[in-house]
């Protein structure tokens, strides 16, 4: 079950709990305040490999776990945000803000078990809605990877079918391996 303040907040009055940076995350939907899941250790561990993945892949990209996202309304926490680096922006110092306030431009979201699709989903959309150029939602227990984009329906990508990534990351990968990943014992 997701652990949910009960009264109605403000996003201003949410971002002031003096909890927020808990972990697990918390999130602001609809007026609510809603804790995330615990990680557990499969998700740990395709969290740490698709961040590494990513981040080895591109120059013009960084992946970041757990990056909260606040805009259109809400504040966020995906599993791992993919942002430009010149989306980034710089204090006077040359290092980056600690708020960030758009949209990232990839959301990954990885599903664990006690964790509700559709509000994973919702959060996706958000993303999309709000100028995130692609989404997924990876499901250990399906093996399966629900790929979202601007202006197109959601594609179920399984086995070895190449997954769209962002332009500019140089990756390629499909969710055979990205489930390969959980296979310690075959290392």
Same mark, same amino acid.
């Given at each position: 079950? #997701?652990?949910?303040?009960?009264?109605?907040?403000?996003? %201003?009055?949410?971002?002031?709990?003096?909890? $927020?940076?808990?972990?697990?995350?918390?999130?602001?939907?609809?007026?609510?305040?809603?804790?995330?899941?615990?990680?557990?250790?499969?998700?740990?561990?395709?969290?740490?490999?698709?961040?590494?993945?990513?981040?080895?892949?591109?120059?013009?990209?960084?992946?970041?776990? %757990?990056?909260?996202? #606040?805009?259109?309304?809400?504040?966020?926490?995906?599993?791992?945000?993919?942002?430009?680096?010149?989306?980034?922006?710089?204090? %006077?110092?040359?290092?980056?803000?600690?708020?960030? $306030?758009?949209?990232?431009?990839?959301?990954?979201?990885?599903?664990?078990?006690?964790?509700?699709?559709?509000?994973?989903?919702?959060? $996706?959309?958000?993303?999309?809605?709000?100028?995130?150029?692609?989404?997924?939602?990876?499901?250990?227990?399906?093996?399966?990877?629900?790929?979202?984009?601007?202006?197109?329906?959601?594609?179920?990508?399984?086995?070895?079918?190449?997954?769209?990534?962002?332009?500019?990351?140089?990756? #390629?990968?499909?969710?055979?391996?990205?489930?390969?990943?959980?296979?310690?014992?075959?290392?």
């Amino acid at each position: 079950m #997701t652990p949910a303040l009960p009264q109605t907040l403000t996003l %201003e009055e949410f971002l002031k709990l003096p909890n $927020l940076e808990e972990s697990p995350a918390w999130e602001y939907i609809e007026g609510r305040a809603i804790q995330k899941p615990m990680p557990k250790t499969r998700h740990s561990i395709l969290q740490k490999r698709l961040v590494a993945a990513i981040d080895n892949h591109s120059d013009a990209y960084t992946a970041l776990p %757990e990056l909260r996202c #606040t805009f259109g309304g809400r504040s966020i926490v995906p599993d791992v945000a993919v942002v430009a680096w010149d989306r980034i922006l710089l204090k %006077e110092t040359g290092e980056p803000e600690d708020d960030f $306030l758009t949209a990232p431009d990839w959301s990954i979201e990885i599903l664990s078990p006690d964790q509700k699709a559709n509000r994973v989903i919702d959060n $996706l959309l958000h993303c999309l809605q709000n100028g995130c150029q692609l989404g997924w939602l990876i499901d250990p227990d399906d093996y399966s990877v629900l790929i979202f984009a601007p202006q197109q329906e959601p594609k179920v990508s399984r086995g070895d079918q190449p997954l769209h990534v962002l332009a500019g990351v140089d990756l #390629t990968l499909n969710a055979s391996q990205i489930f390969a990943w959980l296979q310690l014992g075959k290392r």
